[in-house]
C-alpha cells in the first residue's frame, strides 16, 4: 500500500518566490494534517482537515501561509512570498478515523531552504 | 490549549540498559497520547499509545505509563538495541467533539551506543 506522499522532497528557493508543496493523502483517509518540523520548535500543527474541510488553522503562522484540498486525494500548502526564517520540512499526514484517537501517517516531508 | 512538555532532549544509553522519557501535559481534558518514532530522513511513526483509562501499557520492549492525577506519561525502553536510535516524540490529544489535534513534545534524541 501506498503510504502519504509529498513533493517535493526538497526544495531551495529564494526569498520572496512562492513555494507550493503538494501532499496526497492514503486513499480511504478522512483527516489530513500539515505539520511544520525545526529544531527550536519541534513538530508545530499548522492546519488539519476533515473530509477535506479546513477545522482548524489556528497554527498557520501568518497571512503568507495558506493550504487547500480541493479533494480527498490532494492538498496543497502554500508560502507566498517566502522567508528564510520558513525553512523547516514541512511534514504532511493522514488519519483514517475523525476522532481524536488512532494513528498518524506521516509522509517524508518536505525539506524547504528559503536563501 | 493543549501544551506538552518532553524530557530530557538527549539520552544516551549503552547497549543493553534502559531508556526512560517522560512528557508532562497541561489540558486535563486530554485523552490520548501516542508516542511516534522518527528515524533519519523519514516522518514519525507510531511505536505505542495508551487511553486515559488505562495506567500502563506493554509492547514487547517498551512499555508507557500514565499518571493522570500528576498529568504525565512517560516511556521505556528496555534492552536497548543499535536500532533504537531515533528521535522520540510524546503527544496528546484532547478529548473533544470538534477536534482531533495531536500536540507534540519537543522531541527526544536516543543514542543507543554498541
Known amino acids: 500500500d501506498a503510504g502519504v506522499i509529498q513533493s517535493p522532497r526538497h526544495e531551495v528557493t529564494e526569498m520572496g518566490q512562492e513555494v507550493t508543496l503538494r501532499c496526497k493523502p492514503i486513499?480511504?483517509?478522512?483527516?489530513l494534517f500539515w505539520y511544520r518540523q525545526t529544531m527550536m520548535r519541534g513538530l508545530e500543527l499548522l492546519i488539519y482537515?476533515?473530509?477535506?474541510?479546513?477545522?482548524?488553522d489556528s497554527g498557520m503562522p501568518e497571512d503568507r501561509f495558506s493550504a487547500k484540498m480541493p479533494n480527498a486525494s490532494f492538498s496543497t500548502l502554500k508560502i507566498q512570498p517566502s522567508e528564510p526564517r520558513d525553512s523547516a520540512v514541512y511534514f504532511c499526514a493522514s488519519k483514517r478515523e475523525r476522532t481524536n484517537t488512532g494513528e498518524l501517517f506521516f509522509g517524508e516531508g518536505s525539506r524547504l531552504t528559503v536563501l | 490549549g493543549e501544551n506538552v512538555e518532553q524530557h530530557p532532549s538527549t539520552l544516551s544509553v549503552q547497549e543493553g540498559d534502559s531508556a526512560v522519557i517522560k512528557c508532562t501535559y497541561s489540558?486535563?481534558?486530554?485523552?490520548?497520547f501516542p508516542w511516534y518514532k522518527q528515524e533519519l530522513g523519514k516522518g514519525p511513526q507510531l511505536i505505542i499509545d495508551i487511553r486515559s483509562n488505562v495506567g500502563e501499557k506493554k509492547d514487547q520492549r517498551i512499555a508507557v505509563t500514565l499518571n493522570k492525577t500528576a498529568k504525565h506519561f512517560s516511556l521505556h525502553i528496555t534492552e536497548t538495541q543499535p536500532e533504537d536510535s531515533a528521535v522520540y516524540f510524546c503527544a496528546a490529544s484532547p478529548r473533544s467533539y470538534n477536534t482531533d489535534k495531536l500536540i507534540f513534545g519537543t522531541g527526544t534524541r536516543l543514542q543507543v551506543f554498541p
Open positions: 486513499s480511504g483517509h478522512n483527516s
Open positions: 489540558d486535563s481534558a486530554s485523552n490520548y
Open positions: 482537515f476533515n473530509n477535506n474541510v479546513p477545522i482548524d
